[in-house]
Structure formats: C-alpha cells, structure tokens
C-alpha cells in the first residue's frame, strides 16, 4: 500500500513579538489620533486664559463670558476626545488579550506531548496575570508615544514664535527626559523579563506540590517544602522590589528634569516681564499674554513626555510578556488529531493498519495489520517507539509521513474523534481530573461505573474509600496505591464499552497479585471481542496475547 503525506497543520504560524498586538492595531491607531488631538487643544485654552489675565494686566478689555465659555467648550471637547481614545485603548486590549488567550487556551488543549514551556503553571500564568499586563501597556503607552512625536513640536513651534530663549529651553532640556528613558528602561525591560520568569517557576511549582500534596504529607516532607516555597518567594518578591525601585528612581529623574525645565521658563518670564531681562523675544520685550502663554505650555510641553515615562514600565512589563508569548509560540510540539471533543463512534471493525509511519523526531514505526478482535503485544527496548505507536494509533500524534488505517479508514482530521470514541486508554502514568471519582469514571454521562469497576477488581478499593465513589482524588491519584490507580483507568476505559483497548505497560511496577488482576481485567475484555494492543516489558503478560510485535526489530 503506498505511503502517503499525513501531516497537518500543527499551530498557528510563528508570530514575531508585536504580532500579537495585531488584532487591537486599529483601535490602537484611533486611540492615538485622539489622544493627539485632545492634547492639542490645550495650547487654545491656553490662549484664551492668556488673553484674559494680559488682558487685566495692560487695562485692556476683556470679554470675560467669550473667555470662560471658550475656554470651559474646549475643555469639554477634550474631555470627550480623551474619553474615547481611552474606551478605543480599551476596546484593543480586550481584542489583543482575548485572540491570545484563545490561542493559547486552543493550542494547550490539543497538545499531545509535554514540552519546555508546557508546565501547567506557567501556561495559566502566562494565559491569566501576565496577559492583563498588556492592557496597561496597549492602553497608555501607544497613545503616550504618539502624542510625544507630535504635541512637544507644536509647543515647540508656537514657543519660538513668542520667544526664542523659551524654544532654546525646550530644545536644551526636552531630550534629556528621553535619553534617561532609555536608561532607565534597558534597566526595566530586564527586571520586568525576570519577574515574569519568576512568577512561571513558582506557579509550576506550587502545580507540583499541589499534586503531590498527599505524598508529602505522607513523607512528613512538610517542613522542606515550606521552606522552598519560602525560598522561591523570597526571589519572586526581590524581583518584584526591583521593578519598583527602577521604577520609582525612573520617575523621580524624570519629574525633576521638567520641574527644573518649567522653573527655567517661569524665571525668564517673570525676569523679562519685570524688565531685567530685555533679550530673547522677536522684536522688542515679553509681553504679559506671551508670558503667560508660554507659562501655560511649559507643563504641557514636558506633560507628553513625563506621561511617556509613566508608561515606559508598561511597556518593559509587554515586552517581557510578548516575548514569553513567543517563545511558547516557538514551542515545535505535536497537537492530536481532530478537535478532541465527544463524537459519535467511527463504523467498521476495530482493525489497524500502519504503513509507512514516521513521527516527528525522527521516529519510525512498524508495518503491521491487526485484526478485530486481535490481542497483541508490542515489545521491545525503551525508546524505540512502543508508546508513540500507541499514541499514533489514538490519533493523539500526526505523523509526517505514511498511512494510518483504522477500522477501514484512514485515519485523519475527520475520522480522530469517531475513532477515539471507540478506544478505551490505559496510560502508563494515570491520570485524574479534578473531580469525583464517580466523574472520572463516567466522564458525567450519569451512567453506574459499578460493573467496570468489578470487572477491573477494584470494586473494593473504591468501597473502602473515604466517601467512595464521591472521593476526590488528586490528579496522579492521591490515596491509591500506584496498582490501585491503575486499576481504576482499567474500569475508566472499560466503561466506555471500547471496541478497542489500548493500554501502556499496564502491569509495570506491580507486585504478582496486582500484576495478575489487571492482565485478567485485560484479558476478560479480550473474550468478549475486543482488541487489545499492550505495549510491555512483561514477558508474562506477552506470553497471553495471540501475537507479539518487536518495536524496533522483526515482527
């Protein structure tokens, strides 16, 4: 039968860092064109207020109603604008973190192999607290930053027309901000990047005592673990500490460069409209509106730039964020076969056929046909592909190459999920949801698990069972023995009523007697016509199936 190409799309392509803004881009474009605008109106209001008090200054008249209704629409117009340039950085965030998270939560719930970056920890941290820290950023510095490359140059323009010495004091002390920004925010980005990894560990770690909660107080290992729980928060709150000391030492630099700046302009104006300074204006000495006016844009020259500043520590948090985000992109893991979701049952005779099968990793599985009904054992050394031919047959692996048939189809997308429905899985290492047992065998279904559970010879575990079937029990099985736990998946895949059982070493590390049941368990299902394929090392256990396949060797 000739090979064919099995592969599919694995994941979402590679995303570079700040593609994963990309669903939030045009609200953050609408957010920053606001922000700008409403920034601009300022320099009006500062006009009108200007005219009023020169006005009173110089004995002119002033029309006080013209001033303050001006002055109070166009704050109402700029409080408008910021309004929606905030509900628009708003609307962003909510579309950046929801496409990410889905992504996340969707990939992580279809893969099939564990990974580097796959510690449930670190996957619900990242998923959870660590993508909220995009919405700060997404919310205020975008705006900040368009702001600062438009704002500070008109100031600067409407300053040298009223006097060049104020625009020399712009143009001297405005550049100092962002240099010290840059500094400081090297110094940030670092401490920010350490925090994240350090909040990953200790969510992975505290995953890991969690679950094996049962065995350490069993052990009396209380004590040790305290103390490394004690240790790593101990490092997570330095981090912590870090990134505020930046960030506080950042903005008290930052607030005493445009504090000087502000003072340098209100000295010279206040000197120039005194008389003692008769340079630095077009044409003649200060007038009281331009000093005033000037006075009134020397804040809100430095006010885009501090505002930058603020938001530089939003940014180093993003960036650290988005680049964990795409180093667990970069994560080349396989995902199962179709969705991974209830399914009705896949039609033909629960028979195998592998062809042609590599795996990625280089991984290379045996020819072989398997008839309904069949019992058969694959054997032989570890690592050569016993468990992944199990896995591959489940479709919870995509081969890169070669044919699947299962039941008299090929095995793909399409077919994963009705083929599943029919297999009863028995891992290796057992595995429990956070729920009662009763769930855990039923999966919710509502059904009586008690005939799976004699079958399995675990009827008696169960019963002597603190609340019984109503126990919880932790996710590697707290409070079972390792054979009683494997006992209990036996009754698991038993319950479903498989067509087709696939089960991983099921007597290893079992005594004699527990060994014994559980080959029996197996060995009952057999007879009443369904398929068993055991990868094993149990030579007893081999011994009883009809035929024997060498993984890695002659068939």
Not at 471 to 477: A, K
Not at 492 to 513: F, H
Request: with cysteine; aromatic share 6%; glycine share 10%.
């Amino acid at each position: 039968m000739p090979a064919q190409d099995l592969s599919e799309p694995q994941t979402t392509a590679k995303k570079p860092a700040k593609g994963w803004l990309a669903p939030g881009h045009q609200n953050q474009r609408k957010a920053a064109r606001l922000a700008v605008i409403a920034s601009l109106i300022w320099p009006f209001q500062a006009w009108l207020v200007a005219f009023a008090l020169g006005g009173l200054l110089t004995g002119e008249t002033v029309s006080a109603a013209f001033v303050a209704v001006g002055f109070i629409a166009l704050g109402l117009l700029r409080a408008v604008l910021g309004y929606m340039s905030e509900k628009h950085g708003e609307k962003a965030a909510i579309k950046v973190i929801r496409a990410a998270r889905a992504q996340i939560v969707g990939r992580e719930a279809k893969r099939a192999e564990a990974c580097d970056f796959c510690g449930a920890g670190s996957i619900a941290a990242l998923a959870g607290e660590k993508l909220d820290l995009l919405a700060p950023f997404i919310i205020r510095y975008a705006p900040a930053r368009a702001r600062v490359m438009v704002v500070p140059l008109v100031i600067l323009a409407l300053a040298v027309w009223q006097s060049w010495a104020v625009a020399v004091i712009f143009v001297i002390s405005g550049p100092l901000i962002p240099v010290f920004m840059a500094l400081v925010g090297m110094a940030a980005k670092e401490a920010s990047r350490d925090q994240m990894a350090e909040v990953g560990t200790l969510n992975d770690l505290l995953v890991e005592r969690l679950s094996a909660l049962v065995d350490i107080r069993l052990l009396g290992a209380q004590d040790a673990v305290l103390s490394g729980f004690e240790t790593q928060a101990q490092g997570l709150r330095q981090r912590t500490m870090a990134v505020l000391r930046v960030a506080f030492l950042s903005s008290t630099v930052l607030e005493l460069f445009a504090a000087i700046g502000v003072a340098m302009i209100a000295v010279y104006v206040g000197f120039s409209l005194l008389g003692a300074l008769e340079f630095g204006a077009w044409g003649g000495a200060v007038t009281p509106q331009a000093g005033i006016f000037l006075l009134l844009l020397a804040p809100e020259f430095y006010q885009p730039l501090r505002d930058l500043a603020a938001a530089w520590h939003d940014k180093a948090a993003a960036d650290a964020v988005l680049e964990e985000l795409s180093a667990w992109d970069r994560t080349d893991t396989q995902s199962l076969m179709g969705l991974g979701g209830p399914s009705a049952r896949l039609d033909g005779p629960a028979s195998v056929e592998l062809h042609g099968v590599a795996l990625h990793g280089g991984i290379t599985l045996n020819d072989f046909d398997i008839r309904a009904g069949e019992t058969v054992a694959l054997m032989g050394a570890s690592g050569t592909g016993k468990t992944s031919t199990l896995r591959a047959i489940a479709g919870l692996v995509q081969p890169v190459s070669g044919k699947i048939m299962v039941a008299g189809h090929p095995l793909n997308s399409e077919t994963a999920d009705p083929w599943r429905a029919r297999i009863g899985w028995m891992p290796q290492a057992p595995h429990f949801l956070s729920a009662s047992l009763r769930y855990n065998l039923t999966l919710g279904d509502g059904g009586d698990p008690t005939d799976a559970l004699k079958q399995a010879a675990v009827m008696d575990v169960v019963t002597g069972l603190p609340h019984g079937l109503h126990t919880r029990l932790g996710e590697t099985g707290g409070g079972l023995s390792g054979g009683e736990a494997r006992r209990v998946t036996l009754a698991r895949a038993i319950y479903s009523k498989p067509d087709i059982i696939l089960a991983d070493e099921p007597t290893a590390d079992l005594d004699a007697q527990t060994a014994a049941a559980v080959t029996e368990g197996l060995l009952a299902q057999a007879a009443k016509g369904v398929t068993l394929i055991v990868a094993t090392h149990d030579a007893a256990l081999a011994a009883k199936m009809d035929r024997i396949i060498t993984i890695g060797g002659a068939q």
